[in-house]
């Protein structure tokens, strides 16, 4: 079923598909990992930031906290590489129950905040916990072991791991067009009325956090088994701050974006850290204040917008149903519709 | 509409009082609705109705007082465990999920009923298996030639006739319409009014509303508020001419008639 829907749209799939495949031909192989990773973890953040309505600041914590699981499974369990990233991803869903059960029934500026403040006692207990984590100096030397097969060559990892993002990238768009999926977009565009339609907001908001964590952690173990080692940096907050970045740049809600906005950032990143440019935070601020001024819906929307416009103007598409007007308005933001306070379950 | 044969109330509300930040909306009302009555709701501005029914319905919780629906106690429940317990409510000011089609609203009400919701890694088409009830529905409240709009783009009126259906879909055993026909003209007030007459069987409605004649017309029984408190509760006939109210509120509408 997944495939017939994702074959109704031959074309961006198999774009995508192809870009992912010659990636490592066009530019430097870990870079393209690296690329894939954040791509991963930009959708996971948008499944959130664009589909619940919670913008989570505090997603280092399961990237980071899956990259050291991972790093210690590979390191001590000596298990093939893809049991230790999706052991990363269990114990990422895994630490997002309690921070979700405590931070989702917030709401705005308040859960960002406290997901951050979540994510920072990550951070704290990673530095401090020397024996585990190795603190300042990290986990290094993670093995990249897949039963014998020589992976040390990155473009032959990313190839090893490419099928890891596809398959997360797939899942996060089956939880966008699931039932749950309808009833998260309820729930970002009006809460009170969910509520009052009997649907338990607040546990809904906890699973697509748990959901959105698994995915994250997902992400960063690859990324932590692709570089070989796991830092103080995946845990940090900028990391957090950098995804929700290319989530931004690349369209809030568009699941697809961030592979955009992940693609620029690691790029540009690469390409001033090689050049021996210092201050790159200065050139990617500044992209991002003119792209978020010029694409108002992110490159990726913006431009998916502006095709659904000519196609709806070229040809009148047929309906589902013959006989309806069809006057779909692709994309209208949603104004918060909710004129009555919404109360968490207890 | 005389008063009908007593029932037992399936809604009752005892002493119920809220207070925001010193400012008591809800002054110890107690309210009886029988079973299979429609119930009006009625009192000035700032009498207390809307936040009565935020309280009836969960979304605030009453500073102090109890309420049973249906012999159970759901005071203080969550919004959406009142809705689960049978209670299903409409909006005074029209609250739709604006990028949803007309007809994506009515399955995700009938799905609310269902554990579909939690299934993530299921496609949305197993929401189709709603199709059939969700048009019902919308014939029902005259939407069927709108089922693929998108909510955001329909006239007011029909707005405010997907509003009822979504409260329907749920299948109430009391249902709670805060103005059904605010803002509506004559014709869309007909409509809605004769709409309510035909959904009201098997069920309890209390209703906030203003238009006297959609009262009249409606209500069994009739309570009016005034300052958060019952100022007078009776059959329309009987309140309209209880001297308290015609001085209070009844007044105009009175004279009009």
Redesign the interface.
Known sequence: ??IS?LAARPIPLLTGLLIALILPWMIYPPVALDIACWALFAAAVDLLLGFTGLLPFGHAAFWGGSAYVTGLIALHAGLPFPVAVLGGAAAAALLAVPIGYLSARLRGIYFAMVTLAFAQVVYFVANQWRGLTGGENGLQGIPRDLFGIDLSDPFFFYYAGLPFVLAGLLAAW??V???????L??VR??P??A???????AR?KL?AFV?SAGLSGLAGGLFAIGHGFASLDEVYWTTSGQVVMMVVLGGIGTLWGGAFGAALIVELNDYLATAGFQEIGLVTGTIFVIIVLVFRRGVWGTVRDALRARAARAVPAP???PG??????PG?P??P?????????? | MGTPVPEPPILTARSLVKDFRGFRAVDGVDLDVAEGAVHALVGPNGAGKTTLFHLLTGFHRPSAGRIHVGGRDLTGKSPERVARHGVARSFQITSLFAQMTAREHLELALQAGTTLGWRFWRSDRALRRFADRSLELLEQVGLAAHADDPAGALAYGRKRALELALALALDPRVLLLDEPTAGMGAEDVDRTVELIQRVRAGRTVVMVEHNMNVVATLADRVTVLQAGRVLAEGGYAEVRRDPRVISAYLGDAHAAH
């Open positions: 079923m997944i829907r089956r939880v067009r699931s039932p749950f999926g309808r009833v977009v309820a565009d009006n009170a009325r509520q009052a339609l009997g649907y338990p907001v809904y699973l959901l309906g589902p149903d309806t007007p069809h006057d779909e308005t209208t949603t104004a519709a909710d004129e009555v306070p919404t109360r968490p379950a207890r």
